[in-house]
């Protein structure tokens, strides 16, 4: 949902980084060696299938653990050219998005730019800080662990208005923090873990402070540094050369009926800044997931306090400084979910199992549908194949 400005001088250094590691992999045209003796292949490709056979159009998985490399696909990227979805399209990351953009923040707390625990209010342009609640309360870590207490600008009315009847709106990153401009706390600061979109369009905009651009930042020590040669953030479509994105679809009216709405999603996803934006293949998603958790993009000083845990209500560990915690099948996972109006995805470190998968959907979550009654139990056949 966020466009960012000087586009064609970031595009062109983005072009510029990519030329100096050309000799790197190329994941999608050359991906690594699979290993087609997977020990739960037949499992899991029954578990994609059913997935589509419950109203997904088509979905995409990677997994790698001890056995190696492993990827299968289901169903169409796109049902009008009835395209089958292989494994370089490209996927919407959504909220998984967040991760990256804590990697940015905690790369300039190892630079000495950035205090965690300093108020945002030293961070931010004053013309923003000055309409946030108790702004000077509120540290840098609060906003990575989702524990600020702001307003979420997506709950406001206005927003999805402007959303929904203009799509073609590109919106600044200022212009999401508008929609809570004078909204009290939704609860004192630092007193409970809820997650907010708002918080990491903040760490966008500070990042855009002391950078001059945080996309950018991002591709620096994110993307370069793990050769994430399809991996795209912001997303321009007209940029992705000869990668192409999955068609997305919506169930707009919740009546179990499927659209593709491809184009509202792209111009959704091109304007989102920090909190979503980023789309890549399934294997790039899981080398990203991997480098962090091997100390490649952080240290392991570091990663120690991404992995310290804010907690539910019930005392059980929620997020940490862009990462969540949750437990599967009795099996503790480390990574992040997303969605959107035309896609879901779900990247996960299996630390016990020593396994990380993602799964692509290219069909809306965000909004409820008939459809999603029989594809949690599918999902959950998914999980249960590659765990057991």
Known sequence: MKMYQNRIFFSALYFLVISIYAQSPNYCENPPE???NYSKKEAVQMALDLLVKEGIPGTSLAVLSEE???MANSGLANIEEKTPVQFCHLQYLQSIAKTYMAVAVLKLYEQGKIDLDDPITKYLPSSISNHLAKSDKISVRMLLNHTSGLAEYNFNPNYITKLF???EHIFEPEDY???IHGKPLDFPVGSKYSYRNTNYVLL???VNKITGDHTAFIREVVFRPLQ?????YPLVVNQLGNDQLVSAYWDRHSQGIIENVSKIQQNNVANMVGDDGIVTTPVEAIIFLKGLMEG???NKTTLQEMLQWAKRKDGTPAYGLGIAYSSINGFKSYGHTGGG?????ELRYFPDKGVYMFVGINLGTVTESPLHKGIAPARDQLFKAILE
């Open 34 to 36: 699979l290993n087609h």
């Open 341 to 345: 109006i035309g896609a879901g995805s």
């Open 68 to 70: 190696g490399w492993f």
């Open 177 to 179: 923090i508008k929609y």
């Open 165 to 167: 009847q203009d799509p």
């Open 296 to 298: 490649k993009l952080i």
């Open 204 to 206: 966008a905009i500070i």
């Open 228 to 232: 994430l040669e399809h991996t795209y």
